[in-house]
């Protein structure tokens, strides 16, 4: 029922919801000097930090399942930029966007939408400079690339509903957002972005990993540019993260539910 | 239910809003922990405010209502039920038609972009095609008259820039039922009058409902027809204008002479 209010408020504002997406990414990036180059500029810091804490650093060994270090770095990263924009600044819209919810009548429950499209555009365009970089690495195109899409989708929709979730909490309570906060940098070392799942040798402990949602999203991403693997050769994991994705979305129509009225008061 | 809705539809006056019975409560928590955990554990306790008491009245097409009442009577928490941004605890609201809404002052303005940028973002809120706001863009610009500032970021702006801009969008995009709260007494004198006179333009022109939330009483007098007066969430008054007014400020009276007796 509420699943229904919710996508038939999308639909009905669908031009506010692109139009807001626009302006939020437009908004992120206009405030400095700079502008659009930190879009870029960030990541890219944050890459070369870790390349060279690992690569010159702790000299790891040549490569990753036959890969460059930076190569397969890189390839599984770019998802994590996305959720960690989504785990902080998207448990943070309804509070950034409270004068859509206390100065007018809006469909509240589309801001986690338009702020996750912005970060999405954000992705995007790191992806296609992951394509580059793979390119100019020499690494020929495969076909395999063509499931990036609906490892995107996949990640996008987790990612909305984790959002509408959180953000809904963290307008309730700012103990929420401080929790979510100190969460974001075991979440990253701890889901196999850094290193690859494989090194782990008990068995239940690779078990438990890999049914981390995040975990799954990155993998994805490496089985497109590193494993050249289809998404239905793992369908254990697969089907996982599926219900991991339902489980999400209930979670989020439940607090949402049940909480949609008390958020114009408490802001 | 419905049967009474056709009923009162047939008779010839056209009620634009209506409220039955309706009564909002807010929950006041210790802290922000305690409101966390009330989420999964109803029995985190919490002292219940009444800010609406059992509401009734209704309001016609084309009227202009002011609202008076000390600070905390529930006139704030009133045109925000109108508006549709907060929710009734009990009881019915019905509200048939745009409501463009001035809530504490501002227009729910986004701070970091600019006033033209929120010229655009408000119109594609409300619904507005592009091309229509562009052609409002210039008549709103005007109407502010902030010079400079409408291509600062809101967020410079002083509190009577933005009345301005807020009042200036709201009653250039063809509203059904304007809603002012308090915004007017940040503006100077010269803006006002403006403002009077372009409200009592539209108003005389289409069939634009006015509800209006004032402490000046001079300004209820300049805009309204119709006052209704609200003490502690219920509805204490409800006549036209003037004797309101009256009542209000004797009631005003009372109090501080009490006071400077008691002293």
């Keep these: 029922m509420e699943l229904k209010n919710l996508i038939k408020d999308h639909i009905v504002w669908r031009h506010q919801i692109f139009k807001l997406a626009k302006s939020d990414l437009i908004k992120t990036y206009s405030g400095a000097a700079l502008g659009w180059a930190w879009a870029i500029i960030k990541p890219a810091v944050t890459i070369f930090v870790y390349w060279f804490a690992f690569s010159i650093g702790l000299r790891q060994r040549a490569g990753i399942e036959g890969f460059p270090f930076f190569l397969w770095l890189i390839a599984g990263i770019i998802s994590w930029f996305y959720i960690q924009e989504m785990l902080t600044q998207g448990t943070n819209s309804m509070r950034k966007y409270k004068h859509l919810i206390t100065k007018m009548k809006f469909p509240v429950g589309t801001i986690p939408t338009f702020v996750s499209m912005s970060k999405l555009v954000v992705h995007l365009v790191l992806l296609l400079i992951v394509f580059v970089i793979y390119i100019a690495f020499g690494e020929p195109l495969t076909i395999y690339y063509l499931q990036l899409p609906i490892y995107m989708l996949l990640m996008f929709l987790f990612c909305t509903g984790w959002t509408l979730f959180g953000s809904v909490l963290a307008a309730i309570s700012r103990d929420f957002s401080n929790l979510v906060k100190s969460c974001t940098t075991a979440l990253f070392w701890l889901s196999g972005i850094m290193w690859p799942v494989t090194k782990i040798h008990s068995h239940i402990g690779r078990m438990i990993l890999k049914a981390n949602p995040i975990t799954f999203t990155v993998e994805g991403y490496r089985n497109c540019f590193v494993h050249h693997v289809w998404i239905w050769q793992e369908p254990k994991e697969l089907l996982v993260y599926l219900c991991e994705l339902v489980i999400m979305w209930i979670l989020a129509l439940w607090v949402f539910k049940k909480l949609k009225k008390d958020m114009p008061d408490v802001l | ?263």
């Design chain 2, 1 to 263: 239910m419905s049967k009474d809705i056709k009923e009162e539809k047939k008779e010839k006056e056209d009620p634009i809003i209506e409220f039955r019975h309706v009564t909002k409560t807010y929950k006041l928590y210790k802290n922000d922990k305690k409101r966390l955990m009330a989420v999964f554990n109803k029995r985190i306790k919490y002292i219940p405010k009444k800010a609406i008491d059992d509401l009734s009245f209704k309001i016609n097409r084309g009227e202009a209502v002011a609202f008076l009442g000390k600070n905390g009577a529930g006139k704030s928490t009133l045109l925000k039920i109108v508006t549709g941004v907060t929710y009734p605890t009990s009881g019915e609201v019905i509200v048939n038609g745009r409501v463009s809404a001035l809530l504490e002052l501002t227009a729910g303005f986004d701070m970091e972009m600019t006033g033209r940028e929120n010229i655009y973002l408000k119109g594609q809120i409300m619904g507005i095609r592009d091309q229509e706001i562009h052609e409002l863009e210039q008549t709103i610009v005007d109407f502010a008259d902030i010079g400079e500032y409408i291509d600062q970021p809101v967020r410079s702006y002083s509190s009577g820039m933005k009345a301005r801009l807020g009042f200036a969008i709201n009653i250039n995009t063809h509203p059904e039922i304007l809603i002012i709260d308090e915004a007017l007494s940040v503006g100077d004198k010269a803006f006002r009058n403006k403002c009077v006179t372009k409200v009592n333009e539209i108003m005389f022109s289409g069939d634009v409902t006015l509800l209006f939330v004032t402490h000046s009483t001079s300004m209820a007098l300049d805009f309204c027809k119709r006052g209704i007066l609200l003490k502690n969430g219920a509805l204490v008054y409800d006549s036209d204008i003037e004797s309101t007014v009256e009542l209000y400020e004797s009631a005003i009276e009372v109090k501080s002479k009490e006071k400077k007796e008691n002293a």
